[in-house]
């Protein structure tokens, strides 16, 4: 089965009204009416998502995240099966930006399996701070996969998306680097031999995606020499133009 790729954008806590909202998801809807051969994901604010869903069949809807447990006294959490029951069939999970605030493997691993159990798409974010000159890195990625997907059975795992996130190379942090595609490449085969030695051939229809900041102006090369089957862009996906470029670019490397 030959794997469709993938661009998902990330909004975050942007932007500041239901207007801008609605204006910026149009604007991307129009641009990108003839793409036929690539998959388009928005992930907007929570409050914005019943909204949005009414404006375009061809862009599927994602949470930037969901609680570990379907309901209960879990005061200001939204779970699963709340976000599937609006039309959302993708949720980012794992995010270095949630980490920070102290989301731990053990949590994201509950939220992962309480997503399938709704029947949506996690997007799985895993990636190193730094890159040590030991390789201490990889042992940590090894570390977040194998403790993310603890418990996952075979037959699920095809459906969660791998998001490689180099947290030295996203735009938010102090002195970031650029990543290369070939710094990708690297992570994206280990992530695969990590994967196909926990849950074999079932990881062959996985799809890894980037998303280190990327952007309309190096989304090309990362397709071409990356080794990855999408984008998981954040700031780009705030400006329509950026993010429908991105698109096409996605569009003509689906072969």
Not at 36 to 61: A, D, G, M, N, Q
Request: glycine letters at 8%.
């Amino acid at each position: 089965m030959v794997k469709k790729k993938i661009v998902i954008g990330n909004w975050k806590m942007n932007p500041l009204s239901l207007q801008e909202a609605e204006k910026l998801f149009n604007n991307i809807a129009k641009s990108i009416s003839n793409i036929k051969k690539t998959e388009v994901v928005i992930c907007p604010p929570f409050l914005y998502l019943e909204k949005l869903k009414k404006i375009s069949r061809k862009i599927y809807l994602g949470a930037q995240d969901a609680f570990g447990r379907d309901e209960g006294p879990f005061t200001g959490e939204i779970s699963a099966p709340m976000l599937y029951n609006i039309g959302v069939r993708y949720v980012i999970l794992g995010h270095s930006e949630r980490r920070m605030m102290g989301e731990n493997n053990n949590e994201i691993n509950k939220k992962i399996k309480s997503a399938l159990v709704a029947g949506l798409r996690p997007v799985l974010c895993v990636g190193e701070n730094v890159r040590d000159e030991s390789h201490n890195y990889f042992n940590l990625v090894k570390n977040q996969l194998e403790e993310c997907l603890l418990g996952v059975s075979k037959n699920s795992i095809s459906k969660i998306i791998i998001a490689y996130e180099p947290i030295w190379a996203i735009s938010s942090t102090p002195d970031r680097k650029d990543a290369t595609p070939d710094d990708c490449r690297e992570m994206t085969i280990f992530i695969r031999r990590i994967l196909s030695d926990k849950f074999g051939k079932e990881t062959s229809r996985m799809r890894i995606i980037y998303g280190g900041s990327a952007n309309e102006r190096d989304a090309e090369n990362f397709f071409k020499k990356g080794g990855i089957d999408g984008l998981l862009p954040g700031r780009a996906s705030l400006d329509s133009k950026k993010f429908s470029r991105i698109v096409k670019i996605c569009e003509v490397s689906n072969k």
